[in-house]
């Protein structure tokens, strides 16, 4: 298990700055020593880190090569919405070893944040990718959550994009809280499969804190992927690409899935650009300030 400790340096939902004025995510967990300096910003807390699929696919696969276990997160603004709310969710999120951008509204937080090659890493095409992947590298993969029929429409899925893949586990558990007795069994039974990528769908934030508890103990990567499973399986429609490069997927989704989304987006929405607008508002400060104090050093 790679250890994370606290480096107390600053209070979980802060934010430092760093040498260059930009600002990072202050939480109780150090970042494995492997992925402390893969760029990253932190948006509303919350440490995203800049990606493009080739690169997230290509660490993850060889994590799982390598038989770690490691959490990854990919942050959508709901994710970032709760743990603005929830300071033990923010701690679970930032104690992720890779979190991508799942959403457009997060890549251009990034972008305006400082990272102009961020690119969007959304979980229903990087578990396509993934798959795709992990066939052709022989990486045993696994499925956990979603209904009993949804997950079996989703391997048959993967399968027929990837037929080599090796689905070495898929379980879909009960809707309600396992046993300790359930737990250890589901455990051993991830163990035993030999499952090296296993891709969770549980819905934020459950699946974040499946994930948490359980690195450490699982020898593979998880990764939460949310309604993944129901696209992937075909049970929910995509959005249309131009819906998707204008950050206005929620409103698709929105419409097909209102009684389950209205509060989601509706609340969520709305307190993610107040906080983020806040937040660079204060590094734009910060950064006038440091202008400042360079040109007043640089006269002197």
Not at 34 to 40: F, K, L, N
Not at 182 to 208: H, M, N, T, Y
Not at 212 to 218: I, P, T, W
Request: aromatic share 8%.
């Amino acid at each position: 298990m790679t250890a994370r400790p606290g480096d107390g340096s600053a209070p979980v939902g802060s934010t430092v700055i760093d040498g260059e004025g930009l600002e990072q995510p202050a939480t109780d967990a150090a970042r494995p020593a492997d992925t402390a300096d893969r760029p990253s910003r932190s948006v509303v807390d919350v440490r995203i880190d800049v990606l493009t699929y080739t690169s997230a696919c290509e660490t993850i696969a060889r994590w799982a090569e390598a038989g770690e276990s490691r959490y990854v997160a990919a942050a959508s603004v709901n994710n970032i919405a709760t743990a603005s709310r929830d300071p033990g969710f923010l701690a679970v999120m930032n104690r992720s070893d890779l979190t991508t951008s799942d959403g457009m509204p997060l890549v251009w937080a990034l972008r305006l944040l400082g990272a102009p090659e961020a690119e969007r890493v959304c979980g229903r095409e990087l578990t396509d990718r993934l798959c795709r992947l992990a066939a052709s590298r022989q990486i045993p993969v696994g499925f956990y959550g979603g209904a009993p029929d949804v997950l079996d429409d989703l391997v048959d899925a993967v399968r027929r994009r990837a037929p080599e893949l090796e689905v070495a586990y898929a379980y879909a558990p009960p809707f309600r809280p396992t046993t300790p007795g359930e737990d250890d069994a589901i455990r051993e039974e991830i163990r035993a499969s030999g499952a090296r990528i296993l891709f969770v769908g549980l819905g934020a934030p459950k699946q974040e804190r499946w994930i948490a508890e359980r690195v450490g103990s699982v020898p593979g990567v998880m990764i939460g992927v949310g309604a993944a499973f129901d696209f992937l399986a075909g049970r929910l429609p995509h959005a249309p690409a131009w819906m998707q490069r204008l950050g206005l997927e929620w409103l698709f989704r929105l419409v097909h899935e209102p009684r389950r989304l209205w509060k989601r987006y509706v609340f969520g929405n709305p307190r993610f650009v107040a906080l983020f607008a806040r937040q660079l508002i204060a590094k734009r400060i910060v950064d006038a300030s440091h202008r400042r104090a360079t040109e007043s050093r640089m006269t002197t």
